[in-house]
């Protein structure tokens, strides 16, 4: 797919690396970068589990909405955005601390009536001006920052199901909770001081790795629980401090942990058969409810060409299980139309990507820095394609909240 000048035990291991992503995307460019950046972070944890006489079976599962992560210490690291990591072990409980779990996810509210814009704005400003604390930590306003929103919304049912005729969706995540703080470890390492010298960093050809293991693993992992649980308390605070009283629809995360050895970037989990989901896309055009179905299906396995290659690296009954839906559209890069060539030098990766245009390379270090646009409905129909889920209404976009 891309060449790369590299001693030819770390070619192996990117290949490895590549045969162990399993891609739903839709083959567009922030698919093509996902791809080029996520060879990097599975072949830094198999190079780790060959060396502990682990089976190096790390499996990145990719959704629809497969892209690139604006976090810039995820993407450094040799991470994407966009699917199900898992890294299971035979003999001990381990934390890949590199894909930076952050608990964000989406609170839908229903209501029986359209919220004024003027009332909302004036209760976010209340909030903003009053102290508001959660498990006696104090709750941060940054719904104005990155992808964080509240949209607001009518309801188009499209089953038989009784559902209000308005919804507001809160996306947010566990901002308070990210570096250290009263509740023990925060969850980045590259903003807990504490956490980091806790590590154990992993020197390997494609960069570090920085792991916990054993005891240390499982008492992150109790950090991680009591910060997933502070970011739907915190998304369920907004929401009652802006709407009043709200029938609760959904509160998923879809960036966090499944358990030690597994973590989710940017989908859904489906593990409730009565779960909804929310899928939304652009600003400009409706978002979606869904339920989701259990994944991936024989059929689907088979006819995505996975079948024979997951067989073959033991982790079939793990794309069966897969059990995953995107939460978004995610980021796709018009300008750009394929990476052509992965350059590294002095221990940094350089994306050397065609222009669609047909006039010119552009160069790339950090996904961040270049322009983006969501992608539109073509990920809904990826998702009803492979049978991930099914739509159960369509929201109409009202209008949406970035202060």
């Given at each position: 797919m891309f060449s790369v000048s590299l001693p030819s035990t770390k070619e192996e291991f990117l290949r490895e690396a590549?045969?162990?992503?399993?891609?739903?995307?839709?083959?567009?460019?922030?698919?093509?970068?996902?791809?080029?950046?996520?060879?990097?972070?599975?072949?830094?944890?198999?190079w780790w589990q060959e060396s502990l006489g682990i089976s190096p079976k790390a499996t990145f599962v990719a959704t629809p909405d497969m892209t690139v992560?604006?976090?810039l210490n995820r993407w450094r690291s040799g991470f994407a955005y966009g699917g199900r990591i898992s890294w299971e072990s035979e003999r001990e409980d381990f934390v890949i601390l590199d894909t930076k779990p952050n608990a964000c996810g989406m609170l839908v509210g229903g209501l029986n009536y359209s919220p004024e814009e003027r009332q909302i704005l004036s209760k976010i400003r209340s909030f903003q001006r009053s102290e508001n604390a959660i498990e006696g930590i104090k709750v941060k306003w940054d719904f104005h920052k990155g992808n964080h929103f509240i949209d607001i919304f009518s309801v188009k049912p499209t089953r038989e199901i009784?559902?209000?005729?308005?919804?507001?969706?809160?996306?947010?995540s566990a901002t308070e909770l990210k570096g250290e703080n009263p509740a023990g470890w925060g969850l980045y390492y590259d903003d807990d001081s504490s956490l980091k010298r806790t590590a154990e960093v992993i020197t390997t050809p494609f960069g570090p790795l920085y792991i916990l293991e054993g005891e240390r693993a499982r008492k992150y992992w109790k950090c991680y629980?009591?910060?997933?649980?502070?970011?739907?308390?915190?998304?369920?605070?907004?929401?009652?401090?802006?709407?009043?009283?709200?029938?609760?629809?959904?509160?998923?995360t879809h960036q966090g942990l499944i358990s030690c050895n597994e973590i989710l970037l940017g989908c859904h989990h489906i593990n409730d058969k009565d779960a909804i989901y929310p899928l939304t896309l652009r600003g400009d055009l409706p978002a979606y409810l869904l339920k989701g179905k259990k994944n991936l299906k024989p059929a689907s396995i088979e006819n995505l060409g996975f079948a024979k290659r997951a067989r073959q690296l033991g982790v079939y009954q793990r794309l069966r299980k897969a059990n995953v839906i995107p939460h978004g559209g995610g980021y796709t890069f018009p300008h750009i139309l394929d990476v052509e060539e992965i350059l590294e030098i002095g221990g940094k990766r350089y994306f050397k990507a065609d222009a669609a245009n047909d006039r010119g390379k552009e160069?790339?270090?950090?996904?961040?820095?270049?322009?983006?646009?969501?992608?539109?409905?073509?990920?809904?129909?990826k998702i009803l394609e492979l049978d991930l889920g099914e739509i159960i209404a369509k929201l109409l976009p009202l209008y949406v909240i970035k202060v």
């Amino acid at each position: 797919m891309f060449s790369v000048s590299l001693p030819s035990t770390k070619e192996e291991f990117l290949r490895e690396a590549e045969r162990h992503i399993f891609s739903m995307g839709l083959a567009d460019s922030g698919s093509k970068l996902c791809l080029a950046n996520m060879r990097y972070g599975l072949a830094k944890i198999h190079w780790w589990q060959e060396s502990l006489g682990i089976s190096p079976k790390a499996t990145f599962v990719a959704t629809p909405d497969m892209t690139v992560t604006r976090n810039l210490n995820r993407w450094r690291s040799g991470f994407a955005y966009g699917g199900r990591i898992s890294w299971e072990s035979e003999r001990e409980d381990f934390v890949i601390l590199d894909t930076k779990p952050n608990a964000c996810g989406m609170l839908v509210g229903g209501l029986n009536y359209s919220p004024e814009e003027r009332q909302i704005l004036s209760k976010i400003r209340s909030f903003q001006r009053s102290e508001n604390a959660i498990e006696g930590i104090k709750v941060k306003w940054d719904f104005h920052k990155g992808n964080h929103f509240i949209d607001i919304f009518s309801v188009k049912p499209t089953r038989e199901i009784e559902l209000p005729s308005y919804v507001f969706i809160i996306h947010g995540s566990a901002t308070e909770l990210k570096g250290e703080n009263p509740a023990g470890w925060g969850l980045y390492y590259d903003d807990d001081s504490s956490l980091k010298r806790t590590a154990e960093v992993i020197t390997t050809p494609f960069g570090p790795l920085y792991i916990l293991e054993g005891e240390r693993a499982r008492k992150y992992w109790k950090c991680y629980q009591f910060a997933n649980s502070f970011s739907k308390k915190r998304r369920e605070l907004v929401a009652q401090k802006l709407f009043g009283d709200f029938e609760l629809l959904s509160n998923e995360t879809h960036q966090g942990l499944i358990s030690c050895n597994e973590i989710l970037l940017g989908c859904h989990h489906i593990n409730d058969k009565d779960a909804i989901y929310p899928l939304t896309l652009r600003g400009d055009l409706p978002a979606y409810l869904l339920k989701g179905k259990k994944n991936l299906k024989p059929a689907s396995i088979e006819n995505l060409g996975f079948a024979k290659r997951a067989r073959q690296l033991g982790v079939y009954q793990r794309l069966r299980k897969a059990n995953v839906i995107p939460h978004g559209g995610g980021y796709t890069f018009p300008h750009i139309l394929d990476v052509e060539e992965i350059l590294e030098i002095g221990g940094k990766r350089y994306f050397k990507a065609d222009a669609a245009n047909d006039r010119g390379k552009e160069i790339i270090f950090d996904a961040r820095d270049i322009p983006y646009l969501y992608r539109g409905r073509n990920v809904l129909l990826k998702i009803l394609e492979l049978d991930l889920g099914e739509i159960i209404a369509k929201l109409l976009p009202l209008y949406v909240i970035k202060v």
